[in-house]
């Protein structure tokens, strides 16, 4: 937590990990501000995933964000609990199979994958581009905060522009106009008072809202055009597709996608992995409304699990209590030998 690594800036902390994992029989390899460590020799692989990227820091942190501090029975700091509980955990779990002697059956490897820019969502991202590099997944964890229980559906995030077009005039002759903004305001409306039918057993609802909304120039001209954003999160439910097509439907705006990235996804709960992870932490799934990276392994069956309440991540009180950040790595390492015997049979 005393390496500030905020995203494109993790290589301190990447070549940090890397050293720790360097342990035989453990292969690592750092790309870039990555971290690949594998154990085992095989193409078949059950990932760990989490990153090494944290958000800048609050203004009020109660001690220092860079401190990793400990007060009352928790480390305090930006990065606490998002994520570096979950890359501490996930690495200790990894060195203590290695040490063990423990290996994962024939033809398959334990691949853990500590990534960068995962809190930008922008152009680069960590696990995206080093998916190419590692064997074939089947199936993954993604740390993130959860209080170590399995998360098995997390929404997805459509963020939508929007311009509503009018005609301009004189504001002492608005009749000779169209004014934009009443027809922007007529869209808000429409989208505040409209419901999404279906719901997600574990998420509930899909909803969008417009977030900003920008138009007009100077007092005196009806304005032209107006644009505004719509930020969609998105049960499992629905596709982002459909959503956007609703949206076309019901709106009188032109409609363009800025980012389509964070899909929604889910994982089936006879997968082997959730029922490892449910039989390991001894907690029932639930649905995250939070995006993570574990959209770049969507077509991997998938839990969404980690140390800390993710409801303090990207505060200024963000903190992780020791006593769960000690169950971390036995729980991961739990999951892992319960999910080969499972797929043994």
Not at 13 to 34: G, I, K, M, S
Not at 87 to 92: C, I, R, Y
Not at 119 to 141: D, S, W
Request: charged share 20%.
């Amino acid at each position: 937590m005393r390496f500030k690594s905020l995203s494109h800036d993790e290589a301190a902390v990447a070549e940090f990990c890397a050293r720790t994992l360097a342990v035989p029989p453990l292969r690592v390899e750092q790309v870039d501000n990555n971290v690949i460590a594998r154990l085992g020799t095989g193409e078949r692989a059950f990932l760990l995933n989490t990153h090494l990227d944290v958000v800048p820091p609050s203004d009020d942190h109660p001690y220092p964000a860079f401190g990793g501090e400990i007060h009352d029975g928790c480390v305090f700091g930006r990065g606490s609990v998002d994520a570096k509980a979950s890359v501490a955990a996930m690495t200790t779990a990894l060195l203590d199979l290695a040490e063990s002697g423990w290996l994962p059956p024939s033809g398959w490897s334990v691949v853990l994958a500590l990534t960068a820019c995962e809190e930008v969502g922008g152009g680069y991202n960590g696990l995206e581009a080093v998916r190419p590099l590692l064997p074939t997944l089947e199936a993954a964890i993604i740390g993130e905060p959860t209080e170590l229980a399995p998360c098995t559906a997390q929404k997805g995030m459509l963020l939508v522009e929007a311009v509503s077009k009018g005609r301009t005039a004189h504001a002492a002759r608005p009749h000779l106009g169209v004014n934009a903004l009443v027809g922007a305001a007529r869209d808000v409306i429409r989208l505040d008072e409209f419901t999404f039918d279906r719901q997600h057993p574990l998420l509930g609802e899909t909803v969008a809202n417009v977030t900003v909304l920008r138009g007009g120039s100077v007092h005196n001209v009806i304005p032209d055009q107006c644009t505004y954003t719509i930020d969609a999160r998105i049960a499992p439910a629905y596709t982002s597709d459909e959503v956007l097509s609703i949206l076309r439907e019901m709106l009188d705006a032109d409609l363009s996608v800025r980012s389509n990235r964070y899909v929604p996804v889910e994982t089936d709960h006879c997968e082997p992995i959730v029922r490892a992870a449910v039989a390991a932490s001894g907690k029932e799934p639930f649905g995250s409304p939070t995006a993570s990276d574990w959209v770049y392994v969507r077509d991997v069956p998938t839990v969404k699990l980690g140390p800390g309440d993710s409801n303090r991540s990207h505060t200024a009180g963000e903190r992780i209590e020791i006593d769960e950040l000690a169950k971390g790595p036995d729980v991961y390492r739990a999951i892992i030998e319960e999910y080969f015997q499972v797929i043994a049979g």
